[in-house]
């Protein structure tokens, strides 16, 4: 199979779908690898490290759009990408559907297969592809945080760990799953006064057992909820729904009540979002205030620490890229329904439901498109 890795070009979007490693991992196999020149710059990987890897070094992203059978990304294809997809073509790569209209309205019109790398799923539930940048993303919120409180920035002007005679800041983590046990663990280690809120007494049992006395743990009650963010200097919205948008938990009229420049730090951003008053923003402009609040919503936060994270993201993405280009995307699917899970547009069809859901689109089974 001919595997093409454009360059990303979303604001700020130093990662690159294949690292030199996988590409050598994926030539062994017998296939070809072409790469947009300066690909891999943001990660620290030159086109002479591509070359040694196997593969070859093309000008243009459209040299690759026109000619590759699968391409492979990071984000979600911009409007001038998708724009150049076509019948028959598989993508492999975040996309992020429900609250993007737009993107989803281009790849039906496509007529691509399109596979998201947060909906593949594990035998255990899990979202495998989705943690990697869970990790990194939960690992940064404290440390934006951090930033965001600085009174330099528009925060309260708190040391997020205190110092003796002087109490740490309160960090109220929204959500116990990877996002919030890596959040709480950095923000914890910062020497942050942390609370978890989650709503599943297992998962709330096992982060009392991982993290002991040193972070708190409460059911997440409308009532505890609404106490535990109005006495908080940081809030970080860690609360994500597979393939779906994210639900708001902190309307705009209970901002007045939180305290002035505190914090929100909303992981769930590209997922839409789960306070009412977020909007994307970028690294080069990452903070906004509404009501007194700073807001944190940066849309590709592992995108600041673009070598981690593409390393950890290629580690959880090869065997399945390695299965689609051994297989196609239509054998490989059918011999794993993890990865099945994952196909959410196919010939101008949206197959994933909650995609189709919220975007009013007619479903078409999963097992109509392996069929």
């Not at 998708?82 to 993508?91: A, I, M, P, V």
């Not at 930033?147 to 997020?160: E, F, H, I, P, V």
């Not at 951003?269 to 007194?292: L, M, N, R, W």
């Amino acid at each position: 199979m001919l595997i093409g890795v454009p360059k990303e070009i979303k604001n700020h979007e130093y990662r690159v779908g294949l690292t030199p490693v996988s590409v050598r991992e994926i030539a062994t196999h017998g296939h070809k690898v072409i790469v947009e020149t300066g690909a891999g710059d943001g990660i620290g990987c030159s086109d002479a490290d591509y070359i040694a890897a196997g593969a070859q070094i093309v000008g243009t992203a459209s040299e690759i759009f026109a000619t590759a059978e699968m391409v492979v990304k990071v984000k979600e294809p911009q409007k001038v990408e998708y724009e150049q997809l076509r019948d028959g073509q598989l993508l492999f790569t975040y996309l992020h559907l429900a609250p993007d209209p737009d993107q989803t309205a281009g790849l039906v019109k496509s007529g691509a297969t399109a596979i998201a790398y947060e909906t593949v799923t594990d035998r255990n539930g899990g979202l495998p592809l989705l943690a990697p940048m869970s990790e990194v993303a939960g690992r940064m919120a404290p440390q934006v945080g951090a930033a965001a409180l600085q009174k330099a920035n528009g925060g309260r002007g708190m040391l997020l760990g205190g110092v003796p005679g002087v109490a740490p800041a309160k960090v109220v983590v929204i959500g116990g799953g990877v996002v919030g046990t890596n959040a709480a663990r950095i923000a914890a280690g910062m020497g942050a006064d942390v609370t978890i809120l989650d709503r599943n007494i297992k998962r709330l049992t096992y982060l009392d057992d991982l993290f002991g006395p040193r972070i708190k743990t409460q059911y997440a009650t409308i009532d505890d909820t609404e106490a535990l963010v109005y006495e908080a200097d940081m809030v970080v919205g860690a609360v994500l729904i597979p393939g779906a948008a994210a639900p708001k938990l902190i309307r705009r009229e209970q901002l007045s009540r939180m305290k002035p420049g505190s914090v929100i730090v909303d992981v769930a951003i590209d997922q839409g979002g789960c306070f009412e008053t977020s909007k994307a923003t970028t690294h080069a402009d990452p903070t906004y205030i509404v009501d007194d609040v700073v807001h944190y919503c940066v849309a590709n936060m592992p995108g600041a620490v673009a070598r981690t994270s593409t390393f950890a993201l290629n580690n959880a993405t090869l065997p399945f890229t390695l299965a689609l280009a051994n297989k196609g995307w239509k054998k490989a699917c059918q011999d794993d329904p993890h990865l099945a899970a994952g196909l959410n547009v196919h010939a101008g069809q949206v197959t994933y439901q909650a995609v189709a859901d919220a975007l009013g689109y007619k479903h078409l089974p999963l097992e109509s498109a392996l069929s």
